[in-house]
């Protein structure tokens, strides 16, 4: 095992949760222990909310929920997260007709709250439990997805409702009313539908899904941290996604889905020229992700990495997207990781091709450092699907 490596970081989140359950709630174990993963989109950015394709992959890193039920019609859940705002710790009452959940502080809870107002069961108890999760916040990788979806298989143990699609868009719709991020569902649906050692293709109009193996042994995907912080809950992911409904509105179209690239071209004088290019690159990522997820079936490689470029370009000099908030360090770093190896392909995240021997992982997260090409190990994907009591 390498140096710094945790051999079992499920195990590890969970024995981290489970000390702090006992200090917190009185010294017993807890009854229940779920997690739900965070993900990386290897193609098809700002897609999902256009109804187009997008194809994630779920990866290790998770958020561990451990707890039990209490018969006082009271939830209390706390979080472990640094970052998260205090209090730590927050009681409510279980919501029933006539008394529902409203967001408000602390913004951590948002999104639990959300998950448990919208759980369909006709009736749930009390409970108490802890959160304790291994994905970054703000990193890129679908900690709230993660959290959603947790909380919602927590409430499953509780009170068994429906799974599957409707399990993803319930924790969407709380991230909406509750958190107030008009997020697509691709996040949510990885989490609650990622396969070991297969990515997802994801048709955000019909819904469909298609999964598409990862299980070469000479495969690798590294997946890098430029160490920004993202947040969706600002203005510009709104702003983008308003964009591209109104370009679609101006195209006569549902969507920018049933747009075609000569569909914008006729129309361009009506769009403004930010309109125009954030159209502009939805509608060629829709095609570049159908495209790359049979790329991946063949087990053509270098043409995936070729369209994991042509994305990331696209992003940045089309969709100003990448490079209007980035530092300059990940400007410098970006290029040297994708030209770190003869056989590696695609922006970050990037395929990385090589002999079984050297490489006995198929996924690795990886950190890069500003400025090199050198990537320190955090972990091995992929996730391993999980739930269960204690």
């Not at 969407?172 to 990622?194: L, N, R, W, Y």
């Not at 396969?195 to 048709?203: F, P, R, S, T, V």
Request: aromatic share 6%.
């Amino acid at each position: 095992m390498e140096k710094g490596r945790d051999s079992n970081p499920v195990g590890t989140l969970l024995a981290a949760a489970r000390k702090v359950y006992k200090r917190v709630y009185g010294g017993e174990d807890p009854k229940i222990a779920v997690s739900a993963p965070g993900r990386v989109n290897l193609i098809g950015e700002h897609t999902d909310y256009n109804q187009g394709f997008v194809l994630p992959m779920a990866i290790q890193m998770r958020t561990v929920m451990v707890g039990s039920p209490r018969e006082d019609g009271i939830i209390s859940i706390t979080t472990t997260a640094e970052e998260a705002e205090e209090p730590k710790t927050v009681q409510f009452s279980v919501p029933r007709e006539g008394v529902s959940l409203k967001p408000e502080e602390p913004h951590w809870a948002n999104y639990v709250k959300g998950v448990i107002q919208h759980y369909q069961a006709d009736s749930l108890p009390g409970f108490d439990v802890v959160i304790e999760s291994n994905v970054p916040i703000g990193g890129g990788l679908s900690s709230s997805a993660s959290l959603e979806v947790a909380m919602y298989t927590f409430l499953q143990q509780l009170s068994p409702v429906d799974s599957g699609q409707i399990k993803a868009l319930v924790c969407q719709k709380a991230e909406h009313t509750f958190a107030m991020m008009p997020c697509g569902i691709m996040d949510q649906f990885i989490s609650v539908m990622g396969k070991e050692g297969h990515a997802l293709l994801i048709d955000c109009r019909s819904l469909e899904t298609r999964l598409v193996p990862l299980t070469d042994p000479a495969l690798v995907v590294l997946i890098t941290n430029s160490n920004v912080r993202h947040t969706l809950t600002g203005s510009e992911y709104p702003t983008r996604r308003r964009q591209c409904e109104e370009a679609a509105k101006m195209l006569g179209k549902a969507s920018l889905r049933e747009a075609s690239m000569s569909d914008l071209e006729e129309s361009k004088s009506l769009l403004s020229k930010e309109m125009y290019r954030r159209a502009r690159h939805v509608i060629g990522e829709i095609e570049r992700t159908s495209r790359a997820a049979e790329a991946l079936e063949a087990k053509d490689y270098k043409r995936f990495g070729e369209l994991m470029v042509e994305s990331h370009n696209s992003l940045r000099s089309v969709m100003a997207i990448l490079f209007s908030t980035e530092s300059p360090e990940r400007a410098r770093a970006s290029p040297k990781a994708m030209h770190m190896h003869p056989h590696t392909y695609g922006a970050p995240p990037c395929l990385h091709a090589c002999p079984p021997r050297k490489c006995p992982a198929r996924t690795h997260v990886c950190e890069t450092c500003a400025c090199t090409a050198c990537p320190r190990m955090l972990g091995i994907c992929p996730p391993i699907s999980w739930v269960g009591n204690i």
